[in-house]
Structure formats: C-alpha cells, structure tokens
C-alpha cells in the first residue's frame, strides 16, 4: 500500500520554526501534486501548501510570507519550511499526494501520511 511519512514536527514558541518533512514508505508513486494540510484541535482539515508537478506553488492566505513548500514530485518527498510560527498554527500536519490531477482541494488527496504535531506556545 502506498503510503506517506511525515517527520519534523514538536513543540517551538512563538516566533520560531521548525520544518516538516515527507517521504514515502515504499515505492515511488507517479502524481501530479503534493501538499500539506493541518488540522487545528476541534477543527476540519484544511489546506496549507502545495506543490505541484509542473513547479507552480501555492499557500494559504494565513502563511503566506511564513511558509515555504518545496520538495521532489517525482520521489515524493517534500517539506514544509514554517517561520514566525503562532499560536494558531498549532495543529496535526499531514502530507498528501494528488495521483489524479492538479489541485488544491482536500477530496482529490487519495494519498496521506499519519500526521504530525506541531505545538506553538505562546
């Protein structure tokens, strides 16, 4: 089964940074993008960053000029570099891979990884 792994995260202050990593657990996979989304404690699943096959790059209005998504479609790996952290980027972290088109949209993401926390005290 084609899976994701996600490293980096943990617990920074406010104003720090950290940078979370994803590669896959197996074998390599073809896909036309990959992404990060986060999901704030009592909160729905939402897009941070992506990276798309053909280079094009995208943020979420909320860390933009924060954070920094770059990475190797074709090896599936990518990482999510976030500075000047806050208390409300505190959440679970998932990457995921679109095999099926080019998107931002969770419900095209039909490859995940397990997750990982970021905590940013204040």
């Known amino acids: 089964q084609v899976q994701l792994v996600e490293s980096g995260g943990g617990l920074v202050q406010a104003g720090g940074s950290l940078r979370l990593s994803c590669a896959p657990s197996g074998r390599t996979f073809s896909n036309y993008a990959m992404a990060w989304f986060r999901q704030p404690p009592g909160k729905e699943r939402e897009f941070v960053a992506a990276i798309w096959r053909i280079g094009n790059t995208f943020f979420a209005d909320s860390v933009k000029g924060r954070f920094f998504i770059s990475g190797d479609n074709a090896k599936n790996t990518v990482f999510l570099q976030m500075n000047s952290l806050k208390p409300e980027d505190t959440a679970d972290y998932y990457c995921?891979?679109?095999?099926?088109?080019?998107?931002?949209?969770?419900?095209?993401?039909?490859?995940w990884g397990q997750g990982t926390q970021v905590t940013v005290s204040s």
């Open positions: 995921a891979a679109s095999r099926l088109k080019y998107s931002l949209a969770l419900r095209d993401y039909d490859t």
